[in-house]
């Protein structure tokens, strides 16, 4: 059974950083494609941020383009997503979530096989 646990989430304010971890157990990290998407109440989930298998490919949502930077360990089995210049309006629950066919739309969160928990992030002004 795959397993995804999030931790780093936090308060933080504004302009400040911040750095997301994503630990997998249980299946293959490797060969998963890996995303980042977060929630905010009353929102639907949105995406953030992909990274290929290998981590050659990394994309990032318009809205923390420039801002957030997503990384891999294979051999730790832990996906990163490092956050700086952050705003309130990222204030969200952060999920990290593992595709284990690419091939998909990796903005749809439909396109992911295994989801963590969540961890929070509150930017204040």
């Known amino acids: 059974q795959v397993q995804v646990v999030e931790s780093g989430g936090g308060s933080v304010e504004a302009g400040g950083s911040r750095r997301l971890s994503c630990v997998v157990s249980?299946?293959?990290?490797?060969?998963?494609?890996m995303g980042w998407f977060r929630q905010s109440p009353g929102e639907e989930r949105k995406w953030v941020s992909r990274?290929?298998?290998?981590?050659?490919?990394?994309y990032y949502a318009d809205s923390v383009k420039g801002r957030f930077t997503v990384s891999r360990d294979n051999a730790k089995n832990t996906l990163y997503l490092e956050m700086s210049a952050l705003k309130p309006e990222d204030t969200a629950v952060y999920y990290c979530?593992?595709?284990?066919?690419?091939?998909?739309?990796?903005?749809?969160?439909?396109?992911?096989?295994?989801w963590g928990q969540g961890t929070q992030v509150t930017v204040s002004s």
């Open positions: 249980g299946g293959a990290f490797s060969t998963y494609a």
């Open positions: 979530a593992c595709d284990a066919s690419p091939g998909g739309v990796y903005a749809d969160a439909g396109t992911y096989d295994y």
């Open positions: 990274i290929t298998r290998s981590g050659g490919g990394t």
